[in-house]
């Protein structure tokens, strides 16, 4: 026995382990004659004459007999047949008879009783205790009630199913006609609708009845038709039975009553809440809640938008939401992969695609008592099409046309029962629009939600690879999606009142540019208005337009920006893509104005005439004790007279001189590299550019969030002016009061006894005089040292021009006679006479022409000093103080035609608008709009300020040839001693 006990043991136990190890088998394994065993969870075979059960948990005895359990001595089932005209129990262990409603005996069907859809199984007992008889009789469900499925009791309709037995044509998907289920697709095409054609005419009929499932599922119907009511359709069908009964509670609303959407958006005691932006304070969150529904109308449940139920996006859960804090302006926009984002929404809902579900979409907020309360949103669906247009897409001056509906699909996948074609419509644009209404502190209209679809069409060939192929084409389809939050306000105020000051202040501009024109052709000794004069008039009132436009328009946006990220409840609101565009033209135009005017500038700056007066005298003069004038050597010519040569004047310091000039012609306030480093560093490094994000307060690091163009602009406008100014300011007030290059020249100048005339226009000049109070600067550094010395100690006359007087710097008015004298000195060098006698002579030409140069040079020099030296009886001047009209308006009062004047400068510096440096503004601006308007359309501030910079340089280095050829043209100095 002990040999044999572990064979039993290891018998016993090898047994329990079979029954712990099997294949794997589900009941759908099982074939027509097994069932399935939980114990062993495997098939298993009837036995004979025995069938499988429905779910083939047990095996049955055939149709018509029954299971006798009164012996049970055998463990196998014992089947016997019913007599005839009985059937088998519900059981299947006893046989009765069949009744239909009128009491007359029936025949069984396939060994049960069975009855019609809409009648219920009764069991009756009759007869009395000795012969009782059991028999089931078929009872008709009253009105409105339906079986249940095993037809044992009737229960009230919920669904519109128990309206198809009394029409059955009803309940047939070829009744409908396809047009009428059809879904126009957007590429012209229509897709055949299974849903519609199925259950459109059931939901109608238990619509009628006022069965609310029947009437959710007709308005869902209508859902997936985008709303068309152009022909016969489920929408058409909903309004009829909804205009009937307007105030039944049984048929959800769908559409708005008000004929204009307007009237709807605009409506003021709607959301009865103020809105703030205090961080955690009351309605300072945008509580959108989404309600969903089922095809047939179950309500699933409210959830929050905030967890991203309507951003498809790949941002992360703070970012989505925070696009719902009042007040902060969130634009999302992704390439994305539509399998991706049918994935999404089936994650999110825990559905499949086919298994359509509908949304209403409700604000959540707390009124003024503290009551939480909830409004349903307005949807624009762009999908919607009325007359064959799609209404929804216009803008807000079309609100007119809108249709303002209540529910909608976010996605759908359908195929169309007889071709299967797939229709499959995703989101691609949604967006949620704040209407604020105007001075009402935190109080809004009834926002609403925008929403577009695009539509995929797919003709399917192969039925059995439908899903497969569905599959396939999602994940080779791409959508472009978008999903923003804008807050509106009715922009007529502001826009009105930026119509009236630019209106006002372009007539001041004309009238400006008239003046300026005026005066420009008094200067030119214009008598009459010529063509010349107008295209003046046109450029200076495009330079003065240029500037208001930037003040109005940077103004406004500075504005609106800064004011609304200061308030702390909903005042001021940032103006939306739309709006926006007015002050975008405005500052585009601004920009192409300053370029036209820029170039104006320069084209003044080029052809500026500038001569270099050398007061220098012969050192070795016998026969005049003072320098002869014109008039006097051409009496002596004319008398006979001789003069002894004198050795000529050292010319090095006019070149010198001359190539200061050109240093200075460069020179400005700010520097365009320093400018453009510093706003990067500013804007990029410190993240201030930040705060051009559309939130409330001044918050940095939340790049993620939305700008608009007019916040960039108005931060992008600060940051510039403020470097730029900091430079203008530090340069003018520090580093020029150090080491100032322009009065530097000046006292250049001075030493070497040069004074400089620079004709701006034929009639008007700048003049520096530079006349050395020593009478010569042809010297040595010992003698040189000797003059400066004696001007420190006060030991010789001053600079000025006039005496006791140190004034250097005039304006001059030049007389007709002086243009006349200086346009037929500089005659000569424009005549082609000279080319013949070269070749006679047999001399060089660029030497023949240096000889005439340097003739027709030093008879200008001779002239010039006569004019200052009041030595020419028919060209003179007075000297007189600056009037304040005539500064203020820039223009000469007086006349100057016979008798020039020479208006004192008291700045000393009225001779920088020659340069540059005098016209800063006309440069700095136009970098400013560039760098503005490269910005708002690029929205890269590195690239913006790579191209500001490049063309800066670009300028400067061809404007910097046009005055070097210019100052050698008019100051007729030789050009290969200019550096």
Same mark, same amino acid.
């Given at each position: 026995?002990?040999?044999?006990?572990?064979?039993v043991?290891f018998?016993t136990?090898n047994?329990?382990?079979?029954?712990?190890? $099997?294949?794997?088998e589900?009941?759908?394994?099982?074939?027509?004659?097994e069932f399935y065993?939980?114990?062993?969870?495997?098939?298993?075979?009837?036995? #004979?004459?025995?069938?499988p059960?429905t779910d083939?948990?047990?095996?049955?005895c055939p149709?018509g007999q029954?299971e006798?359990?009164t012996n049970i001595?055998t463990p196998e089932?014992?089947?016997?047949?019913?007599?005839?005209?009985?059937a088998?129990?519900?059981?299947?262990k006893?046989?009765?008879k069949c009744?239909?409603? !009128?009491?007359?005996?029936?025949?069984a069907?396939?060994?049960?009783?069975t009855c019609?859809?809409?009648?219920?199984?009764t069991?009756?007992?009759?007869?009395?205790?000795?012969?009782?008889e059991t028999?089931?009789?078929?009872?008709r469900?009253?009105? *409105?009630?339906k079986?249940?499925r095993?037809q044992?009791?009737c229960?009230?309709c919920?669904?519109f199913?128990?309206?198809c037995p009394e029409?059955?044509?009803k309940?047939?998907e070829?009744a409908?006609?396809p047009?009428?289920a059809?879904?126009?697709?957007?590429?012209?095409?229509?897709?055949?609708?299974?849903?519609?054609?199925?259950?459109s005419?059931?939901?109608?009929?238990?619509?009628k009845?006022k069965n609310?499932?029947s009437?959710?599922?007709?308005?869902?119907l209508c /859902?997936l038709? *985008?709303y068309?009511?152009?022909t016969t359709?489920a929408?058409?069908l909903?309004?009829s039975?909804?205009?009937?009964?307007p105030s039944?509670?049984d048929i959800?609303?769908?559409?708005?009553?008000?004929s #204009?959407?307007?009237?709807?958006?605009?409506?003021?005691s709607a959301?009865d809440?103020?809105?703030?932006?205090?961080?955690?304070g009351?309605?300072?969150f945008?509580?959108?809640q989404?309600?969903?529904y089922?095809f047939n109308?179950?309500?699933?449940?409210?959830?929050?938008?905030?967890?991203?139920?309507?951003q498809y996006c790949?941002?992360?859960?703070?970012?989505?939401?925070?696009?719902?804090?009042?007040?902060?302006?969130?634009k999302?926009?992704?390439?994305?992969?539509?399998?991706?984002?049918i994935?999404?929404?089936?994650?999110?809902?825990?559905?499949?695609?086919?298994?359509?579900?509908?949304?209403?979409?409700?604000?959540?907020?707390t009124?003024?008592?503290g009551?939480?309360?909830?409004y349903?949103?307005?949807i624009?669906?762009e999908?919607i099409?009325?007359?064959?247009?799609?209404?929804?897409?216009?803008?807000?001056?079309?609100?007119?046309?809108w249709?303002?509906t209540?529910? $909608?699909?976010? &996605?759908?996948e359908?195929?169309e029962?007889d071709s299967?074609?797939v229709l499959?419509?995703?989101p691609?644009?949604?967006?949620?629009?704040?209407h604020?209404?105007?001075s009402r502190?935190g109080?809004?209209?009834?926002?609403?939600?925008?929403?577009?679809?695009?539509?995929?069409?797919?003709?399917i060939?192969?039925?059995?690879?439908? !899903?497969?192929?569905?599959? #396939?084409r999602?994940?080779?389809?791409h959508?472009?999606?978008l999903?923003?939050?804008v807050?509106?306000?009715d922009s007529f105020?502001h826009?009105k009142?930026?119509e009236?000051?630019?209106a006002?202040?372009?007539?001041?501009?004309?009238?400006?540019g008239?003046v300026r024109?005026? +005066?420009?052709?008094?200067?030119?000794?214009?008598?009459l208005v010529?063509?010349?004069?107008?295209?003046?008039?046109?450029?200076y009132?495009?330079?003065?337009?240029?500037?208001?436009?930037?003040?109005?328009?940077?103004?406004?946006?500075?504005w609106?920006?800064?004011a609304?990220?200061?308030?702390?409840? &909903?005042?001021?609101?940032?103006?939306?893509?739309?709006q926006e565009w007015?002050l975008?033209?405005?500052?585009?135009?601004?920009?192409?104005l300053?370029?036209?005017?820029?170039?104006?500038?320069?084209?003044r700056?080029?052809?500026?005439e500038?001569?270099?007066?050398?007061?220098?005298?012969?050192?070795?003069?016998?026969?005049r004790?003072?320098e002869?004038?014109?008039m006097e &050597?051409?009496q002596?010519?004319l008398?006979?007279q001789?003069?002894k040569?004198a050795?000529?004047?050292?010319?090095?310091?006019?070149?010198?001189?001359?190539?200061?000039?050109?240093?200075?012609?460069?020179?400005?306030?700010?520097?365009?590299?320093?400018?453009?480093?510093a706003?990067?560093?500013?804007?990029?490094?410190?993240?201030?550019g930040?705060?051009?994000?559309?939130q409330?307060g001044?918050h940095?690091?939340d790049p993620?969030?939305?700008? +608009?163009?007019?916040?960039?602009?108005?931060?992008?406008?600060t940051a510039?002016?403020?470097?730029?100014?900091?430079?203008?300011i530090?340069?003018?007030?520090?580093?020029e009061?150090?080491t100032?290059?322009?009065r530097?020249?000046?006292?250049?100048?001075s030493?070497?006894n040069?004074?400089?005339?620079?004709?701006?226009?034929?009639?008007r000049?700048?003049?520096i005089?530079?006349?050395s109070?020593?009478?010569?600067a042809?010297t040595d550094m010992l003698?040189?040292?000797?003059f400066?010395?004696?001007?420190?100690? !006060?030991?010789?006359?001053l600079?000025g021009?006039?005496?006791?007087?140190?004034?250097?710097?005039?304006?001059?008015?030049?007389?007709r006679?002086?243009?006349?004298?200086?346009?037929?000195?500089?005659?000569?060098?424009k005549t082609?006479?000279?080319?013949?006698q070269?070749?006679m002579?047999?001399?060089?030409k660029?030497?023949t022409?240096?000889?005439?140069?340097?003739?027709?040079?030093? #008879?200008i020099?001779?002239f /010039?000093?006569?004019f200052?030296d009041h030595?020419?009886?028919s060209?003179d001047?007075?000297?007189?103080?600056p009037?304040?009209?005539e500064?203020?308006l820039?223009?000469?009062?007086?006349?100057?035609?016979k008798?020039?004047?020479?208006?004192?400068?008291?700045?000393?510096?009225?001779?920088?608008?020659c340069f /540059?440096?005098?016209?800063?503004?006309?440069?700095?601006?136009?970098?400013l709009?560039l760098?503005?308007?490269l910005? &708002?359309?690029?929205?890269?501030?590195?690239?913006s300020a790579t191209?500001?910079y490049?063309?800066?340089?670009a300028i400067?280095?061809?404007?910097?040839?046009?005055?070097?050829?210019n100052?050698?043209?008019?100051?007729?100095?030789?050009?290969r001693?200019?550096?």
């Amino acid at each position: 026995m002990l040999i044999l006990l572990p064979f039993v043991l290891f018998s016993t136990c090898n047994s329990q382990y079979l029954y712990n190890q $099997f294949i794997w088998e589900e009941p759908d394994n099982c074939n027509s004659s097994e069932f399935y065993n939980p114990v062993i969870q495997s098939c298993q075979q009837c036995a #004979e004459n025995l069938r499988p059960n429905t779910d083939k948990s047990t095996c049955l005895c055939p149709l018509g007999q029954y299971e006798d359990v009164t012996n049970i001595t055998t463990p196998e089932k014992q089947c016997r047949p019913c007599g005839q005209g009985e059937a088998v129990s519900e059981d299947g262990k006893s046989c009765i008879k069949c009744f239909d409603g !009128n009491g007359r005996q029936k025949a069984a069907e396939n060994g049960k009783c069975t009855c019609d859809r809409d009648s219920i199984k009764t069991i009756r007992y009759v007869g009395n205790n000795l012969t009782l008889e059991t028999r089931i009789e078929c009872s008709r469900c009253p009105l *409105n009630t339906k079986p249940d499925r095993d037809q044992l009791v009737c229960e009230k309709c919920v669904g519109f199913e128990c309206y198809c037995p009394e029409v059955n044509s009803k309940c047939s998907e070829t009744a409908r006609p396809p047009i009428h289920a059809g879904i126009e697709v957007e590429t012209g095409q229509t897709f055949h609708s299974g849903h519609v054609r199925r259950f459109s005419d059931a939901a109608e009929l238990g619509c009628k009845s006022k069965n609310q499932e029947s009437c959710q599922t007709l308005a869902n119907l209508c /859902v997936l038709q *985008n709303y068309n009511r152009d022909t016969t359709t489920a929408c058409t069908l909903y309004e009829s039975i909804y205009r009937t009964n307007p105030s039944s509670t049984d048929i959800p609303s769908l559409f708005y009553l008000n004929s #204009e959407a307007s009237i709807e958006l605009f409506r003021e005691s709607a959301i009865d809440a103020h809105f703030n932006f205090v961080s955690g304070g009351r309605n300072s969150f945008l509580d959108f809640q989404l309600a969903t529904y089922t095809f047939n109308g179950t309500f699933i449940g409210f959830r929050p938008v905030a967890e991203g139920l309507l951003q498809y996006c790949p941002f992360d859960t703070d970012r989505k939401e925070g696009a719902f804090k009042f007040g902060r302006m969130e634009k999302e926009e992704c390439r994305i992969n539509l399998e991706e984002v049918i994935k999404k929404f089936e994650v999110t809902y825990n559905v499949n695609i086919r298994d359509l579900l509908f949304h209403e979409l409700y604000l959540r907020y707390t009124d003024k008592n503290g009551v939480v309360k909830i409004y349903n949103v307005p949807i624009l669906n762009e999908n919607i099409r009325s007359g064959g247009r799609f209404v929804n897409r216009g803008d807000a001056r079309q609100d007119n046309r809108w249709i303002l509906t209540r529910r $909608f699909y976010i &996605m759908d996948e359908q195929i169309e029962p007889d071709s299967f074609n797939v229709l499959v419509r995703v989101p691609v644009h949604i967006s949620l629009h704040i209407h604020v209404q105007l001075s009402r502190d935190g109080r809004i209209f009834p926002p609403h939600m925008r929403i577009r679809h695009n539509q995929y069409y797919w003709t399917i060939d192969n039925k059995s690879s439908l !899903n497969n192929e569905v599959i #396939e084409r999602t994940h080779d389809e791409h959508a472009n999606f978008l999903f923003q939050t804008v807050y509106v306000i009715d922009s007529f105020v502001h826009d009105k009142t930026i119509e009236v000051i630019m209106a006002t202040l372009s007539c001041t501009c004309v009238l400006w540019g008239a003046v300026r024109a005026y +005066s420009w052709g008094r200067r030119a000794g214009k008598l009459l208005v010529d063509a010349s004069t107008i295209i003046k008039f046109v450029l200076y009132v495009a330079e003065n337009l240029g500037n208001i436009f930037l003040l109005i328009a940077g103004c406004t946006a500075v504005w609106l920006t800064f004011a609304y990220k200061l308030q702390k409840e &909903m005042v001021y609101v940032t103006l939306t893509y739309d709006q926006e565009w007015s002050l975008v033209i405005y500052i585009c135009c601004a920009c192409g104005l300053k370029a036209i005017a820029l170039v104006h500038t320069y084209m003044r700056l080029i052809f500026t005439e500038t001569f270099f007066v050398d007061w220098e005298r012969p050192r070795h003069s016998l026969d005049r004790s003072r320098e002869t004038t014109m008039m006097e &050597m051409t009496q002596n010519e004319l008398l006979g007279q001789k003069t002894k040569k004198a050795p000529p004047v050292v010319i090095w310091r006019t070149y010198l001189i001359a190539n200061e000039w050109n240093e200075l012609q460069y020179y400005r306030k700010t520097s365009i590299s320093l400018q453009m480093i510093a706003l990067l560093f500013i804007l990029e490094w410190f993240r201030f550019g930040d705060w051009a994000i559309v939130q409330p307060g001044f918050h940095r690091g939340d790049p993620v969030y939305a700008e +608009s163009r007019i916040s960039r602009l108005a931060v992008n406008l600060t940051a510039y002016l403020m470097i730029s100014m900091s430079q203008w300011i530090i340069n003018v007030l520090i580093i020029e009061k150090i080491t100032d290059p322009f009065r530097n020249f000046m006292d250049l100048c001075s030493v070497a006894n040069i004074s400089v005339l620079a004709l701006s226009h034929p009639l008007r000049a700048y003049y520096i005089h530079g006349r050395s109070v020593h009478g010569l600067a042809d010297t040595d550094m010992l003698e040189m040292n000797t003059f400066l010395q004696r001007e420190k100690e !006060n030991l010789c006359g001053l600079r000025g021009l006039e005496s006791n007087s140190e004034l250097q710097t005039f304006i001059a008015c030049l007389p007709r006679a002086f243009r006349e004298r200086l346009d037929e000195l500089t005659g000569a060098l424009k005549t082609t006479t000279q080319g013949p006698q070269v070749r006679m002579v047999g001399g060089d030409k660029t030497t023949t022409k240096v000889e005439n140069t340097a003739k027709i040079h030093s #008879e200008i020099n001779q002239f /010039v000093k006569d004019f200052i030296d009041h030595a020419d009886p028919s060209c003179d001047y007075v000297v007189t103080d600056p009037k304040l009209i005539e500064e203020i308006l820039d223009i000469e009062l007086n006349d100057t035609s016979k008798v020039g004047t020479l208006i004192r400068d008291p700045s000393e510096m009225s001779y920088s608008s020659c340069f /540059v440096y005098g016209n800063e503004w006309s440069h700095l601006s136009f970098e400013l709009l560039l760098f503005c308007v490269l910005d &708002m359309f690029l929205l890269n501030r590195i690239i913006s300020a790579t191209i500001v910079y490049v063309t800066s340089l670009a300028i400067t280095s061809i404007a910097k040839t046009f005055f070097t050829n210019n100052l050698v043209r008019s100051s007729l100095v030789d050009h290969r001693f200019l550096i």
